[in-house]
């Protein structure tokens, strides 16, 4: 708002906006640079503020201060596809096992529970019930408008949830907690805190622990929000139903769950192949398939 759209429409009425004032907003946004870098502005970058500016629009339809919102067959730069990367389960212990001790079950807690940086660094030991094997989310690290680091509620009502924990990760828990000589009397001491005791900020976690310990494992690139796509993907390839990973994961949709987080894999595409391969074998004259390998054998043999 402060950087581009104030600057552009601030001091207009709402009414004297139209659709040809939007769209030459966003053109005006393809032509600038950005101060600091002195590159143009990315799609991505447009796009969000495109999208605040639509949302303050709709908000204002809503509030009956308007009766359409002009940001309606706006022509936007396409913002190309980001190729995540796929984090496997042998990645995930070589990154554990590259962390600082003290911070370690936090790799595992993203990778098998899929919660959010935020939500991790902001686990209390009340939040969980090993013995249960349950954990509570009800508060995250977010930023404040100031970009400083402090707590918060979820991003959502869906983020507050109370997940089951599987018995190994319930005892990688246990043992951090009984090293940090932590019990159920300290409910309300992080169970992952900064060096100083409180939490965590993700600039500081990020280039203090998270980054040499990516170098360390040869996984330069990956973040910790991979870890929790990597969850979504092992629940999607388990088959578990769309619902429940989208309340593991705390989306409200879980059609989210499955367009921003379930990543194609080889043992995936290759399973695809297999079960379509078998609902047709015998219809193709296999109704063996061992005959399959056979007959290309035997094919193989005579040269063909």
């Known amino acids: 708002m402060r950087a581009h759209i104030s600057p552009a429409i601030g001091t207009r009425q709402l009414a004297s906006i139209r659709q040809a004032d939007v769209q030459e907003f966003v053109n005006d946004l393809v032509k600038q640079e950005n101060p600091k870098t002195k590159k143009k502005l990315s799609p991505k970058t447009i796009d969000r503020t495109y999208g605040t500016l639509r949302s303050a629009f709709a908000y204002a339809v809503t509030a009956g201060l308007i009766g359409r919102s002009p940001c309606h067959d706006v022509n936007l730069p396409k913002v190309p596809k980001t190729v995540h990367p796929v984090v496997s389960p042998d990645d995930v212990a070589k990154l554990a096992d590259a962390m600082d001790d003290r911070y370690a079950p936090m790799v595992w807690v993203g990778a098998l529970l899929g919660l959010r940086w935020g939500e991790?660094?902001?686990?209390?030991?009340?939040?969980?019930?090993?013995?249960?094997?349950?954990?509570t989310v009800t508060e995250t690290v977010t930023r404040d408008e100031h970009g400083r680091p402090n707590l918060g509620p979820p991003k959502s009502e869906a983020g507050f949830r109370i997940m089951s924990v599987p018995q190994t990760l319930a005892d990688i828990l246990a043992e951090h907690l009984a090293g940090m000589g932590l019990t159920a009397a300290d409910a309300a001491h992080f169970v992952f805190p900064a060096p100083g005791g409180g939490h965590?900020?993700?600039?500081?976690?990020?280039?203090?622990?998270?980054?040499?310990?990516?170098?360390?494992?040869?996984?330069?690139?990956?973040?910790?929000?991979?870890?929790?796509?990597?969850?979504?993907?092992?629940?999607?390839?388990?088959?578990v139903d769309m619902k429940t990973a989208g309340t593991r994961l705390g989306h409200s949709d879980p059609r989210l769950t499955l367009a921003l987080y379930a990543q194609a894999t080889t043992e995936a595409d290759?399973?695809?192949?297999d079960t379509v391969g078998d609902r047709f074998a015998e219809a193709m004259g296999f109704g063996d398939l061992d005959r399959i390998s056979t007959k290309v054998s035997e094919q193989q043999a005579a040269g063909a």
């Open 200 to 239: 965590w900020s993700y600039a500081n976690f990020r280039r203090r622990m998270w980054q040499p310990a990516t170098i360390k494992a040869g996984l330069v690139g990956v973040g910790f929000h991979d870890l929790r796509r990597t969850a979504c993907t092992q629940l999607v390839l388990a088959n």
């Open 120 to 135: 991790v660094a902001a686990l209390r030991v009340g939040s969980l019930d090993l013995l249960a094997r349950s954990l």
């Open 270 to 273: 290759r399973a695809a192949a």
